[in-house]
């Protein structure tokens, strides 16, 4: 209710303003004619032609009346189109928002209805950018994740492949070596299903807390090692890991793992040893790994992406990542907060 007044008495005084204008030329008028009128008709010798005199005085108010009534709606509508131009800077950014170019922003003046009105299209202008970066930003995070995790298949379907045909072939393998095979083969298959069904719920964490820490990190490590030594021979130091418990996304872990697993195999030296040291202390868990680098890698992807996935998982564990790589060697330490 108070904007509304405001804007009524700004145009009541543009009205009194304009009127004020008006009377006072009306006077100067009036008395400037008249004054030119009796000097003409005393040099005429007729100023005492009382008639001649009062049709020349009707005559003079008639044409002062009518030239203050013109001037006052000149200087009204003047006064009132600057109020019109500012509308009309609010139209054009009413039509900027309907052909979506959310970057026009009207200039706030005064301190009326235009200028609230002038205040929320800006506001709904601003309020629509937002909107649109956040999608942008939802959609360029869920391209990310899509490629993160058709990445992270790779690694494991790779496996799959691998030991299905080593039991395929059956060539030279004992009993103990095929069950080893089938039940790798059954996790990574496992794990590829939990990959999919993470992807359709659109990265959903399934996070867990787990009493004997250590007891998961062997089993990761296991499989991990599984796979790497069929091509690579792998040197895992647990000296100065002792037991610890926390919450962990499993699933999660498993793709730390599998990325710095699918980095050795494009990028390792098969012929020098990679090494896995962990270690727990005050109370954070350290895994570094260090492997050497080819000569002549492959001509593959950029494990950058593998390095950003691995990140982005240890920070949502509340832990860093840090990464060396240097001319023939390659070294990455990660930490995750535990409990001791």
Same mark, same amino acid.
């Given at each position: 209710?108070?904007?509304?007044? !405001? $804007?009524?008495? =700004?145009? @009541?005084?543009?009205?009194?303003?304009?009127? #004020?204008?008006?009377?006072? /030329?009306? +006077?100067?008028?009036?008395?400037?004619?008249?004054?030119?009128?009796?000097?003409?008709?005393?040099?005429?010798? !007729? $100023?005492?032609? =009382?008639? @001649?005199?009062?049709?020349?005085?009707?005559? #003079?108010?008639?044409?002062? /009346?009518? +030239?203050?009534?013109?001037?006052?709606?000149?200087?009204?509508?003047?006064?009132?189109?600057?109020?019109?131009?500012? $509308?009309?800077?609010?139209?054009?950014?009413?039509?900027?928002?309907?052909?979506?170019?959310?970057?026009?922003?009207?200039?706030?003046?005064?301190?009326?209805?235009?200028?609230?009105?002038?205040?929320?299209?800006?506001?709904?202008?601003?309020?629509?950018?937002?909107?649109?970066?956040?999608?942008?930003?939802?959609?360029?995070?869920?391209?990310?994740?899509?490629?993160?995790?058709?990445?992270?298949?790779?690694?494991?379907?790779?496996?799959?492949?691998?030991?299905?045909?080593?039991?395929?072939?059956?060539?030279?393998?004992?009993?103990?070596?095929?069950?080893?095979?089938?039940?790798?083969?059954?996790?990574?298959?496992?794990?590829?299903?939990?990959?999919?069904?993470?992807?359709?719920?659109?990265?959903?964490?399934?996070?867990?807390?787990?009493?004997?820490?250590?007891?998961?990190?062997?089993?990761?490590?296991?499989?991990?090692?599984?796979?790497?030594?069929?091509?690579?021979?792998?040197?895992?130091?647990?000296?100065?890991?002792?037991?610890?418990?926390?919450?962990?996304?499993?699933?999660?872990?498993?793709?730390?793992?599998?990325?710095?697993?699918?980095?050795?195999?494009?990028?390792?030296?098969?012929?020098?040893?990679?090494?896995?040291?962990?270690?727990?202390?005050?109370?954070?868990?350290?895994?570094?790994?260090?492997?050497?680098?080819?000569?002549?890698?492959?001509?593959?992807?950029?494990?950058?992406?593998?390095?950003?996935?691995?990140?982005?998982?240890?920070?949502?564990?509340?832990?860093?990542?840090?990464?060396?790589?240097?001319?023939?060697?390659?070294?990455?330490?990660?930490?995750?907060?535990?409990?001791?």
């Amino acid at each position: 209710m108070l904007t509304k007044k !405001k $804007l009524s008495k =700004e145009i @009541l005084v543009l009205l009194a303003v304009s009127i #004020v204008i008006s009377v006072f /030329l009306c +006077a100067f008028l009036n008395h400037t004619v008249s004054s030119i009128c009796y000097r003409y008709l005393e040099h005429a010798g !007729k $100023l005492g032609n =009382e008639y @001649l005199l009062e049709v020349v005085q009707i005559w #003079v108010q008639g044409i002062c /009346l009518l +030239a203050s009534a013109v001037f006052f709606v000149i200087v009204f509508l003047f006064l009132l189109g600057q109020k019109l131009v500012y $509308l009309q800077e609010i139209i054009s950014g009413i039509q900027a928002l309907r052909t979506h170019h959310m970057d026009y922003m009207i200039p706030v003046e005064g301190d009326n209805e235009f200028t609230e009105l002038a205040r929320s299209i800006n506001f709904l202008s601003q309020t629509e950018q937002e909107l649109i970066r956040k999608e942008a930003a939802l959609t360029a995070e869920r391209e990310e994740f899509i490629r993160s995790i058709a990445h992270d298949i790779r690694t494991p379907l790779t496996s799959v492949l691998s030991y299905s045909e080593l039991l395929a072939s059956k060539k030279n393998r004992t009993a103990e070596e095929i069950d080893a095979y089938i039940n790798l083969t059954l996790r990574k298959g496992q794990q590829m299903k939990e990959l999919m069904e993470r992807l359709l719920e659109n990265n959903v964490r399934h996070a867990e807390f787990f009493e004997n820490g250590q007891l998961l990190l062997q089993q990761v490590v296991d499989d991990w090692e599984s796979v790497l030594s069929e091509a690579f021979s792998v040197e895992t130091d647990w000296s100065g890991c002792s037991n610890f418990s926390g919450t962990f996304d499993i699933q999660e872990i498993f793709r730390v793992f599998d990325n710095l697993l699918s980095n050795i195999q494009k990028y390792g030296d098969a012929q020098r040893p990679v090494i896995l040291r962990l270690s727990v202390q005050e109370n954070q868990l350290k895994l570094e790994q260090s492997n050497y680098i080819r000569k002549a890698p492959p001509e593959t992807e950029s494990h950058q992406l593998g390095l950003q996935t691995i990140t982005r998982i240890i920070s949502q564990h509340g832990g860093t990542v840090d990464w060396q790589h240097a001319a023939d060697q390659f070294k990455i330490t990660i930490t995750i907060p535990v409990n001791v």
